[in-house]
């Protein structure tokens, strides 16, 4: 990063704002460099590079809030750009009938970095088609058993740099590599096709890939799509129990706790968008689940693909266990919604470049592990399916309504898995799915996803995951 | 900062110099002004100005693609070198030279308002302009956001190709909630001031707000449904997606090996424009340097062409549709064909139905296969004997792409431009409805 440029750049755009008016002004330099190669059934795509350098200027004058950013990095841009973010909220006034207010956090001055081995820098062309080639090694020409017409692979290194600064106080450094793969597997077996997407990242440096095992992981996961075209027989019809793997546990973890859980879905900001939830703002301490449905987010796992040890208002993240024994515990926050619980933010402000404003995000959310061997988990189902893995999910916009569609699933009898069972479906109530949570596994697994919040969209790198989760008393499909 | 056509010129000189087979330099220019609103009050203004250099470049079947924002001369020529070094690294790929033609681009007069050139300054009124309507016809809060943008892009090719084209636009999309989960939805998607229409837009959320009071959940089943121009819109966007060769060679795409085939029924035409009256996307120039047109992509329920770009057309031995994407062809603006029913008259034709007006999360099981299921929210109704019988709330949609819109029996002569946070290409579409399509809901 250009680091001393945009320092100064960031401090003269506080002080701009500061003079213009503002009660409260933040910049936020940002640099991004990403480097990405694809194969598409073995033909190399164009290698694709990406540089950018620009500042995000948030101000609140008059209780509102404004957001400017640009990239002309002149000193006479980026102050025109903070005056005119302090502009624009004033004359928001108008509309105003709920100021922004924001907690009493204090600024923290910190400098942070993701753990890395091998830079990421170091990821040119040649190592990322390396790692490409290895895993269509493994799964072009029926190597893995089954046809594959269609191969999407894509793998990218990425670095994000900024600094922060606040009007109380805050100057925070963050550095952050990320590496990372996706795939998407087309499987074909006389009239039927069957399709997985793979994606995988952690932040770290070149030695993520090994980590990953990404070829290993592909060539298991194109096997499996070959079992899963010759399944025949339906889901159950009756009542079962349903074991839920690592993967599904972290979707269910996202998208049925974490998103109603962020605090500015609850006060309504995302109404028109993302949407609301179906919790309100006295819904702290509700039951929402059985004594043993435990879901939290962490921002500072360590290699994680969400990992933001300090947030994009410079509050350090912490752990938050947003269900505890089956109840509702804690909401994600920033420093406004928080101000507007009477609390302080527990740092889940994320912003994705500098050209967008921080929302409330997750991070990385997953199910708490429990006491059971996973052995012990299938060893108490006489009857049940075991969702391995998903293909199509969605979900309603208050969080409530969810469905998840099985791609690898079994039929489970008497404690054994016996055999495949085709496309069963999980769809489920929120307080459904968390009141018939019996057991949890100690083995934990995550998966990288990439979830889609704000306007402009904003696309925040996060990992889902958790144990094997045992429901008790399910009906599978829907009604 | 220099202006777009320098920064092109110092990009593909440099890339020239260096002894490129191909250099194409897209710079571009925009600035988008958003207010954003919940609970009827403004949650935050924005204002987004940025520049960005895109540099495609091939040398010995070797290709990539790079962007930067980093727009000084100096800096341009060493991202390009830089850029240039890291061909030696890359495998050979699927190469077709540029065209040269030397074509020479003038900005397309449909698309831009110079009214909406400085207009961030309004839209805190325009907000309250959505948010009043929607109290007076019921709505009790409303979240919303109006987005305007303009933005200008230029090419230059190594071969000598070159032009801008310049594109304004303005959307707002208004959600309001009345008592309980009673919401409704409202959309303005416009090219020019004039067409916008933020009152509208607000009334129409408001209205569907209070009919939505005391909603029940339907028995799961096989129904007409009747979709909305924004419900067809996010499902039609998924067909044109397929029809991009990228797709099909992929083998990700429903359109795999349909091409001359009936994909839809008889009375559904889906079209592309590269620009055209109305529409909010598009340009006159792909990113090839091929002039864009229009093409149709189903004709009278037959697939009649996929997209392309020089890379794709070149395998199938036809040419360039105009639709470039370096890797992948996409649409600009999707136009679906009139019908010639009415609203009322589309109710009055369905027996047991469910009119949605609304939907989001649209997620498919397979993409090959075109298996997906989408979630309605906001306005949703159950139609008995030809009239409404009540607002439906708690289901979800399922279906087939190929079946449903082989399905579609009738077509609105109304239609509407829709773009918005489930609609990403601008699209033209009417009211269409839908036989035999399925409906669940939740276990609880």
């Not at chain 1, 090994?210 to 025949?232: P, T």
């Not at chain 2, 010995?60 to 060493?78: C, F, H, Y």
């Amino acid at each position: 990063m250009r680091t001393q440029e945009g320092k100064d750049l960031a401090e003269a755009a506080v002080s701009v704002a500061q003079k213009e008016g503002a009660s409260y002004a933040e910049a936020r330099v940002q640099t991004t460099w990403e480097r990405e190669f694809g194969l598409k059934n073995g033909e190399p795509q164009p290698s694709f590079f990406v540089e950018g350098f620009g500042i995000g200027i948030r101000v609140i004058s008059r209780g509102a809030l404004g957001f400017c950013a640009t990239n002309d990095m002149s000193l006479r841009a980026v102050k025109e750009v903070a005056s005119r973010a302090v502009r624009l909220a004033r004359a928001s006034a108008q509309v105003l009938r709920e100021p922004v207010l924001l907690d009493s956090t204090k600024g923290t001055r910190r400098s942070w970095a993701a753990q890395e081995t091998r830079r990421v820098e170091n990821a040119d062309p040649a190592w990322l088609q390396g790692v490409l080639r290895d895993v269509e090694g493994r799964i072009a020409g029926e190597r893995a058993g089954v046809k594959l017409p269609g191969r999407l692979l894509y793998a990218a290194a990425e670095l994000q740099e900024r600094y922060y600064v606040n009007s109380d106080g805050a100057r925070v450094t963050g550095r952050v590599p990320r590496v990372g793969f996706f795939g998407s597997l087309t499987a074909i077996d006389g009239g039927s096709t069957a399709q997985r997407h793979i994606q995988q990242a952690e932040t770290g440096g070149l030695e993520v890939m090994e980590r990953l095992r990404i070829s290993d992981l592909v060539e298991e996961e194109a096997r499996a799509l070959g079992k899963v075209l010759r399944a025949r027989s339906g889901p159950p019809t009756d009542v079962v129990d349903v074991v839920l793997s690592p993967e599904l546990s972290g979707i269910a973890a996202h998208e049925s706790v974490g998103h109603p859980q962020e605090a500015d879905r609850v006060l309504g900001r995302e109404g028109a968008q993302a949407g609301e939830s179906y919790l309100k703002a006295d819904s702290l301490g509700m039951k929402i689940g059985s004594p043993e449905a435990n879901v939290s987010d962490d921002p500072t796992l360590p290699r994680s693909n969400g990992y933001v040890p300090v947030d994009d208002e410079g509050v350090p993240g912490k752990k938050r266990r947003l269900i505890k024994d089956g109840m509702i515990n804690e909401f994600l926050h920033n420093r406004a919604t928080a101000k507007r619980f009477g609390l302080k933010s527990n740092g889940a402000a994320r912003s994705v470049s500098f050209d967008r404003e921080p929302i409330i995000r997750m991070s990385n959310t997953f199910v708490e592990p429990g006491d059971y061997t996973t052995d012990e988990i299938f060893k108490d189902v006489k009857h049940g399916v075991y969702f391995k893995s998903y293909t199509e999910w969605n979900i309603d916009d208050k969080r409530l309504n969810q469905r998840y569609v099985g791609l690898e699933a079994y039929l489970i009898e008497r404690g054994e898995l016996k055999g495949l069972v085709k496309s069963p479906v999980l769809e489920i109530t929120t307080p459904k799915l968390w009141g018939s949570v019996k057991a949890r596994s100690r083995h934990m697994e995550f998966e990288a996803a990439t979830c889609g919040k704000g306007d402009p969209q904003q696309g925040a790198p996060v990992w889902t995951g958790g144990p094997e989760t045992l429901l008790a008393g399910i009906r599978l499909g829907s009604r | 900062m220099m202006d777009l056509e320098e920064l092109d010129e110092v990009a593909v000189g440099a890339a020239k110099r260096l002894g490129v087979d191909d250099a194409v330099a897209i710079s571009s220019e925009s600035a988008d002004s958003m207010i954003r609103f919940a609970n009827n009050s403004v949650t935050v203004v924005n204002r987004v100005q940025e520049a960005e250099l895109v540099v495609y470049l091939a040398r010995d079947r070797r290709k990539a693609i790079a962007s930067t924002s980093n727009l000084g001369p100096d800096a341009v020529k060493k991202f390009v070198g830089d850029l240039f070094a890291s061909l030696k690294g890359l495998p050979e790929s699927e190469y077709v030279p540029l065209s040269n033609t030397k074509a020479k681009f003038a900005p397309s007069r449909l698309g831009y308002d110079r009214r909406l050139e400085d207009v961030d300054r309004e839209l805190p009124a325009m907000a309250k302009s959505a948010i009043d309507s929607s109290l007076r016809a019921g709505g009790k809060r409303s979240a919303g956001v109006i987005d305007a943008s303009k933005g200008t892009v230029a090419i230059l090719t190594s071969a000598g190709t070159s032009g801008r084209d310049s594109k304004t636009a303005i959307t707002l999309n208004i959600r309001s909630f009345a008592e309980g989960e009673a919401s409704g939805h409202g959309l303005s998607c416009s090219s020019a001031l004039k067409r916008f229409d933020p009152e509208g837009a607000g009334r129409r959320a408001g209205e569907g707000a209070k009919s939505m009071r005391g909603a029940k959940e339907p028995e799961a089943g096989k129904y007409e449904v009747l979709l909305s121009p924004t419900v067809a819109s996010n499902i039609v966007e998924t067909v044109a997606g397929a029809a991009s060769a990228f797709s099909v060679d992929a083998g990700t795409s429903c359109l795999v090996e349909k091409l001359g085939k009936k994909v839809a029924s008889a009375t559904f035409n889906l079209t592309d424009h590269g620009v055209v009256e109305g529409g909010l996307g598009g340009r006159v120039f792909d990113d090839e340097g091929t002039p864009t047109r229009t093409n149709r992509i189903i004709e009278k329920g037959t697939l009649t062409r996929y997209l392309h770009n020089l890379t794709t057309a070149k395998k199938r031995g036809v040419g360039s549709t105009g639709n470039a994407g370096f890797v992948s062809p996409h649409p600009w603006n999707l136009e679906v064909g009139e019908g010639d029913s009415s609203y009322g008259e589309m109710v009055k034709e369905m027996k047991r139905g469910v009119v949605l007006t609304s939907n989001w999360y649209t997620r498919f099981k397979n993409y090959r296969s075109g298996e997906f299921s989408t979630v309605p929210r906001d306005g949703a109704y159950m139609i008995e004997g030809g009239k409404v019988a009540g607002p439906l709330k708690g289901m979800r949609v399922g279906d087939d792409l190929l079946r449903l819109f082989s399905s579609v029996r009738l077509l609105s002569k109304e239609r509407e431009w829709i773009q918005w946070w489930e609609v990403d290409t601008p699209t033209l579409c009417p009211w269409i409805l839908v036989d035999g399509v399925t409906v669940t809901r939740a276990y609880g």
